[in-house]
């Protein structure tokens, strides 16, 4: 069973200052966290059932959520973390938590 740590971004004021900011500072950041497995970016997110879409969703994965815990507490994390609150200065995020379980299908 895997953790994922999921972000959701809505659309930035000025998506060419939120994207160069993403891209040449928190991706790299992020990208340190010990123990990551996968980083992935969805772009052109639409909603299902009405809603407004978000600009960018981040997800990233551990093996399991002590894990996934660990890597937020050690000082890449902090600085990850650090990082995530000048990201919400430029858009609204919501984040989340959670274990995969792929036993459903």
């Keep these: 069973m895997n953790a994922r740590f999921i972000a959701l971004y809505e659309t930035p004021a000025d998506p ?3 994207d ?3 891209r040449d500072v928190h991706i790299p950041l992020a990208r340190q966290l010990p ?3 996968r980083y992935t ?4 997110v639409v909603a299902v059932r009405g809603g407004e879409p978000y600009y960018l969703v981040a997800e990233l994965e551990w093996d399991t ?3 996934l815990r660990a890597a937020f507490a050690s000082p ?3 600085a990850t973390a650090a ?3 000048h990201l919400q200065a430029l858009t609204p995020v919501r984040s989340m938590i ?5 036993s459903v299908l």
Excluded at 98 to 102: L, N, T, W
């Design 76 to 78: 890449k994390g902090r």
């Design 35 to 37: 123990g990551l497995r």
């Design 20 to 22: 160069r900011h993403y």
């Design 65 to 67: 959520m002590e894990e």
């Design 83 to 85: 990082d995530a609150a």
């Design 98 to 102: 959670y274990k995969v379980d792929e």
């Design 41 to 44: 970016l969805g772009r052109d």
């Design 16 to 18: 060419a200052a939120f």
